[in-house]
């Protein structure tokens, strides 16, 4: 198999369990099959928002992310792709997914393919998708596949829809965001903490210090 690539799945759901994670797992799921017939092996980290929900507060409220958070948010960032799925609540996306990409640096998901998903209890609010998420991530510069995969609280039944069944839904979704992958070179597993990826190859605080007193 070529380089192995990671997905960083986030889930806004604040029940435990949820349709939202249930719908996450589907995604990413069929993501990771859609990849493995391409001959790419895939790693998926999946990341509970309502786990750190204190955390994204307290980020807020002083500018500094407690080490959990820290590190969950180096995972998403660092991925080659990333799957969003959020409940809808009052037409859009919940406070808590929005409070999460309120605490990412603005330019942290660019280029970066993303997969969205959402979920409510009717099919009303299926074009949250698109005239809520999709805005969302436009703005952040990532780069959101064509198919959004929504599910009502019907698609879970034999009542779903039977033109487009969410089945078909979620592996058309899965399709676009492992071809996305495929077009991007592997991501770079980076450390925040070495000196060579915030001043540059052969640079040091020396050539730094130096800058600042005009050298």
Known sequence: MTGARRIAVISAGL???????????????ATAKQLAERDIQV????????????????????????????????AVVSADAVIAVTPIFSTSYSGLFKSFVDVLDPDALTG?????????????????IDYAIRPLFTYLHAEPVSTGVFAAS????AAGDQVAPLGERVERGARELAEAIMRREPAKNEDPFDPA??????RSFGHLLGGLAGE
């Open 15 to 29: 029940s435990n369990p949820s349709s939202t994670r249930l719908l996450a797992d589907r995604l990413s799921a």
């Open 43 to 74: 790693e998926v980290d999946t990341f509970e928002l309502r786990d750190y929900a204190h955390d994204i507060t307290n980020n807020l409220l002083t500018g500094f992310a407690p080490p959990a958070l820290e590190s969950m948010v180096n």
């Open 112 to 128: 970066k393919p993303v997969l969205i998903g959402a979920n409510a209890g009717t099919a009303r609010h299926s074009l949250a």
């Open 197 to 202: 990826n915030y001043l540059g190859d052969g």
């Open 154 to 157: 019907s698609d879970w039944g």
